[in-house]
């Protein structure tokens, strides 16, 4: 849109010049001037969507601005559009970031009310993970994979935070619990997650155990192999 030869942004132009701005390419992040220039632009803006809202602040996150990144989010809070999923999920990423559980389980509330809540499950056991609320993380991850019934690789997601969670937390066997029902169920497992238990395993003299889930990787045996973590 154009003034009295004034270039005025519409959400249009904000929503190119953000997805252009944040996009990773190469492995670099955003600079240091490209990100103020965008926050000018949007701030510019008389109106920006729940899109623009969320770039924005997640552009914020990944460039470790967290603090910057909560000031809009509080902002977007009070006179902002209402939150979708993808606000939840970065919002509850923020929260992890900033290890701040008294927002985070504000934000946990206000999901509760909407549709969107089942969505999101995996962000929000990820920020009681890394807030070293693992009671919580749990009984949120046992609810979600009670709602589980047909197995897909989307599923792996909240299996895999959780037993990241409990490793974070030294928390070994119940990561390894995890595991071994993730395996029997049939659950796919990452790369991560393997990665994650072996190093764990390692770290704690478990030679024997991480040779078994070494055959496992070996044999990409998904036919309900079960590991019996019963003496560790």
Sequence with gaps: MQKEGIVIPNEFTLSSVLKCSFSVSNGLRLGTEDMERSVELFKMMP???????????????????ERDALKL?????????SFNEVTFSTSLALMSSLRNL????????????LSTYELVRASLI???CKCGQMEKASRI????????????H?????WSTIISGYI?????KDALEVFSSMVR??????????????????????????????GYVQKLDTDGTYFDFSNY
């Design 126 to 128: 990820d920020m009681y």
């Design 73 to 81: 989010l509080r902002q977007m809070t009070l006179d902002g559009p």
């Design 47 to 65: 109106e920006n969507d729940v899109s623009s809202w969320n770039t924005i602040i997640d552009g914020l996150l990944q460039r470790g601005s």
């Design 141 to 152: 991850f046992q609810e979600l994979r009670q709602g589980i019934v047909e197995v897909q």
């Design 185 to 214: 169920d049939q659950v796919e497992v990452d790369v991560f997650t393997l990665s994650s238990i072996l190093s764990a395993s390692a770290n704690s003299g478990l030679l024997e155990l991480g040779s078994q889930i070494h």
């Design 102 to 113: 008294e927002l985070g389980r504000q934000i946990h509330g206000k999901m509760r009310r």
């Design 154 to 158: 989307s599923h792996s997601v909240p």
């Design 168 to 172: 974070h937390n030294g928390m070994l």
